[in-house]
Protein backbone atom coordinates (compact mmCIF):
# COMPACT_ATOMS: atom_id res chain seq x y z
CA UNK A 1 0.00 0.00 0.00
CA UNK A 2 1.31 3.33 -0.73
CA UNK A 3 1.33 6.57 0.94
CA UNK A 4 -0.98 8.38 -1.06
CA UNK A 5 -4.14 5.64 -0.54
CA UNK A 6 -3.03 6.19 3.03
CA UNK A 7 -3.42 9.95 2.80
CA UNK A 8 -6.70 9.40 0.91
CA UNK A 9 -8.16 7.49 3.44
CA UNK A 10 -7.29 9.18 6.39
CA UNK A 11 -8.31 12.61 4.80
CA UNK A 12 -11.88 10.42 4.11
CA UNK A 13 -12.15 9.52 7.85
CA UNK A 14 -11.60 12.99 9.11
CA UNK A 15 -14.26 13.83 6.64
CA UNK A 16 -16.81 11.84 7.65
CA UNK A 17 -16.10 12.87 11.13
CA UNK A 18 -16.87 16.28 10.69
CA UNK A 19 -20.23 15.38 8.79
CA UNK A 20 -21.10 13.43 11.27
CA UNK A 21 -20.31 16.06 13.99
CA UNK A 22 -22.27 18.59 11.76
CA UNK A 23 -25.01 15.99 11.63
CA UNK A 24 -25.20 15.82 15.38
CA UNK A 25 -24.82 19.59 16.36
CA UNK A 26 -27.91 20.54 13.73
CA UNK A 27 -30.41 17.68 15.26
CA UNK A 28 -28.98 19.11 18.87
CA UNK A 29 -30.39 22.74 17.35
CA UNK A 30 -33.30 21.56 15.92
CA UNK A 31 -34.03 19.48 19.13
CA UNK A 32 -33.85 22.56 21.20
CA UNK A 33 -36.34 24.70 19.55
CA UNK A 34 -38.49 21.74 19.31
CA UNK A 35 -42.05 22.58 18.47
CA UNK A 36 -41.86 26.21 19.98
CA UNK A 37 -43.60 28.74 17.75
CA UNK A 38 -43.45 33.00 18.29
CA UNK A 39 -46.45 35.13 18.00
CA UNK A 40 -46.14 38.15 17.46
CA UNK A 41 -49.12 41.05 17.36
CA UNK A 42 -51.43 43.10 18.72
CA UNK A 43 -53.65 41.97 22.03
CA UNK A 44 -57.40 41.76 20.85
CA UNK A 45 -59.11 39.38 23.52
CA UNK A 46 -57.65 38.30 26.99
CA UNK A 47 -59.49 36.02 29.24
CA UNK A 48 -57.84 34.47 32.50
CA UNK A 49 -56.56 31.85 30.58
CA UNK A 50 -55.65 32.45 27.25
CA UNK A 51 -54.57 35.75 24.93
CA UNK A 52 -55.55 36.48 21.32
CA UNK A 53 -53.01 38.20 19.16
CA UNK A 54 -54.16 39.60 15.91
CA UNK A 55 -50.93 38.94 13.35
CA UNK A 56 -50.25 40.14 10.43
CA UNK A 57 -52.06 37.13 8.83
CA UNK A 58 -54.51 36.29 11.33
CA UNK A 59 -55.95 35.65 14.94
CA UNK A 60 -54.42 33.49 17.17
CA UNK A 61 -55.43 32.45 20.29
CA UNK A 62 -52.89 31.07 22.99
CA UNK A 63 -53.47 29.41 26.18
CA UNK A 64 -51.28 30.12 29.58
CA UNK A 65 -50.49 28.19 32.54
CA UNK A 66 -49.71 28.51 36.03
CA UNK A 67 -45.78 28.08 34.64
CA UNK A 68 -46.09 30.88 31.84
CA UNK A 69 -43.55 33.86 32.50
CA UNK A 70 -44.65 37.24 31.61
CA UNK A 71 -42.16 40.00 31.17
CA UNK A 72 -43.22 43.51 30.76
CA UNK A 73 -40.55 46.01 29.66
CA UNK A 74 -37.57 43.47 30.80
CA UNK A 75 -39.53 43.41 33.96
CA UNK A 76 -41.21 40.60 35.60
CA UNK A 77 -45.18 40.94 35.58
CA UNK A 78 -48.53 39.26 35.59
CA UNK A 79 -51.31 38.70 32.83
CA UNK A 80 -53.44 41.85 34.89
CA UNK A 81 -50.53 43.84 33.12
CA UNK A 82 -51.03 42.99 29.69
CA UNK A 83 -53.92 45.32 28.15
CA UNK A 84 -56.09 44.89 24.55
CA UNK A 85 -54.19 46.98 22.08
CA UNK A 86 -50.57 45.75 23.46
CA UNK A 87 -48.16 44.52 21.19
CA UNK A 88 -46.62 41.26 22.07
CA UNK A 89 -44.01 38.30 21.31
CA UNK A 90 -45.53 34.90 22.68
CA UNK A 91 -43.43 31.90 22.66
CA UNK A 92 -45.77 28.94 22.95
CA UNK A 93 -45.27 25.14 22.54
CA UNK A 94 -48.29 22.61 21.36
CA UNK A 95 -50.22 20.67 23.25
CA UNK A 96 -53.14 18.66 22.34
CA UNK A 97 -53.38 20.96 19.37
CA UNK A 98 -53.37 24.09 21.35
CA UNK A 99 -50.42 26.93 21.32
CA UNK A 100 -49.72 27.08 25.42
CA UNK A 101 -47.45 29.80 26.17
CA UNK A 102 -44.22 29.93 27.70
CA UNK A 103 -43.57 33.39 27.55
CA UNK A 104 -45.19 36.45 27.29
CA UNK A 105 -43.37 39.35 26.36
CA UNK A 106 -44.65 43.21 25.92
CA UNK A 107 -44.37 46.54 26.75
CA UNK A 108 -42.10 49.17 25.51
CA UNK A 109 -38.25 48.22 25.29
CA UNK A 110 -35.62 50.81 25.67
CA UNK A 111 -34.13 52.54 22.38
CA UNK A 112 -30.90 51.88 21.62
CA UNK A 113 -28.71 54.87 20.31
Keep these: MGTGTTK ?6 KRMILL ?5 FAAGLAAAHGTDQHVMGTVTAISDNSITV ?3 TQA ?7 ETRF ?4 VPASIKDLKL ?3 VVIHAGKT ?8 VR ?5 KHQ
Design 71 to 74: VKSG
Design 54 to 56: QTA
Design 85 to 87: GDR
Design 60 to 66: VTIYTMA
Design 96 to 103: DNKLMAHE
Design 106 to 110: FGPTE
Design 20 to 24: VAFVM
Design 8 to 13: KEKFKV
